[in-house]
């Protein structure tokens, strides 16, 4: 429901210090569940990844390899490509190969595993 407050100078004071209340109170509760996410991340690996996947995204996680890396990048259009280069010009020394990050990630019993990618 929409609610019409009366511009004297205290009621609109009022609902916006109530909005302010409740946004901080949101982002708090938010604060503390991407908390709770992080440090089960950090304590349970790539575990914890596959149970967010399959609780939020009804999927099992996938691992990508270079090849497929490669070959998302060459099918990307030339404008996205020339796009994300400009902006990476910003940052000197920036190759190409910031473009496919080796976001490599230790796997109990199989070593270093690639990108990860959720549902």
Do not use: W
């Amino acid at each position: 429901m929409i609610s019409i407050i009366k511009a004297d100078g205290t009621s609109e004071v009022r609902q916006l210090e109530a909005m302010r209340a409740r946004a901080a109170q949101k982002n708090a509760d938010i604060e503390l569940a991407v908390s709770a996410v992080m440090q089960n991340i950090k304590e349970n690996g790539l575990s914890a990844v596959r149970d967010y996947s399959r609780q939020f995204d009804h999927r099992e996680p996938y691992e990508l390899t270079r090849a497929q890396l490669e070959e998302a990048y060459r099918s990307c259009p030339a404008e996205l490509i020339a796009a994300h280069g400009a902006r990476r010009g910003q940052y000197p020394g920036l190759q190409r190969e910031a473009a496919l990050p080796d976001h490599g990630v230790d796997l109990p019993g199989r070593g270093q595993g690639g990108p990860f990618v959720r549902g």
